[in-house]
T-cell receptor
Framework: DADVTQTPRNRITKTGKRIMLECSQT?????MYWYRQDPGLGLRLIYY???????NKGEISDGYSVSRQAQAKFSLSLESAIPNQTALYFC????????????FGPGTRLTVL | EDKVVQSPLSLVVHEGDTVTLNCSYE??????LLWYKQEKKAPTFLFML????IEKKSGRLSSILDKKELFSILNITATQTGDSAVYLC???????????FGKGTKLTVNP
């Protein structure tokens, strides 16, 4: 079984809809991250969480919110999706003392029409 | 503004060629530089570099960091079609403890 899983893997939605992307991990890591990847732009950090009660904004948090329901679960929400949020979204995890080494989930491809 | 710049953005070579990928950075509170390989989907960790001048090797891949000139290179010798991927460079930033990624280099190795 994969250590970091994301659901759904693919999603097509319409402008204005609320959508939630979910991430679960069995690695026992405290730290979790949400990134988006656009063609030619690399990975950009949306939100990150060092533990259940510690959530921080990344460089592109506008239009997104997150919830850390448990150590193993970190959800990303788009309250009102817009077309420029079409992207590949990755969840990642790390241990506090090896925070540089992040383990990525398989990604969710989101299309907003 | 913190930034990581990779070059070239894309590269096409033939099997057996040697390639060098470049990564320069301007990031406050530098702690380490990392290379990731991204094939179909999720990036996978290759190397972490913290000290200048010490080469890290894994098979045909090697990497070195120059902290004075603020850059790193990733070398791949005797390339194979399985090396085709996007190679991402990232800098781990102290304080915030975040990774700052470059845009990646897309490597295509043709048979």
């Amino acid at each position: 079984d994969a250590d970091v899983t994301q659901t759904p893997r693919n999603r097509i939605t319409k402008t204005g809809k609320r959508i939630m992307l979910e991430c679960s991990q069995t690695k026992g890591h405290d730290r979790m991250y949400w990134y988006r990847q656009d063609p030619g732009l690399g990975l950009r950090l949306i939100y990150y969480s060092f533990d259940v009660k510690d959530i921080n904004k990344g460089e592109i948090s506008d239009g997104y919110s997150v919830s850390r329901q448990a150590q193993a679960k970190f959800s990303l929400s788009l309250e009102s999706a817009i077309p420029n949020q079409t992207a590949l979204y990755f969840c990642a995890t790390s241990e506090p003392d090896r925070a540089h080494e992040q383990f990525f989930g398989p990604g969710t491809r989101l299309t907003v029409l | 503004e913190d930034k990581v710049v990779q070059s070239p953005l894309s590269l096409v070579v033939h099997e057996g060629d040697t390639v060098t990928l470049n990564c320069s950075y301007e990031v406050t509170n530098f702690r380490s530089l990392l290379w990731y390989k991204q094939e179909k989907k999720a990036p996978t960790f290759l190397f972490m570099l913290t000290s200048s001048g010490i080469e890290k090797k894994s098979g045909r891949l090697s990497s070195i960091l120059d902290k004075k000139e603020l850059f790193s290179i990733l070398n791949i010798t005797a390339t194979q079609t399985g090396d085709s991927a996007v190679y991402l460079c990232a800098v781990f930033q102290g304080g915030s403890e975040k990774l700052v990624f470059g845009k990646g280099t897309k490597l295509t190795v043709n048979p």
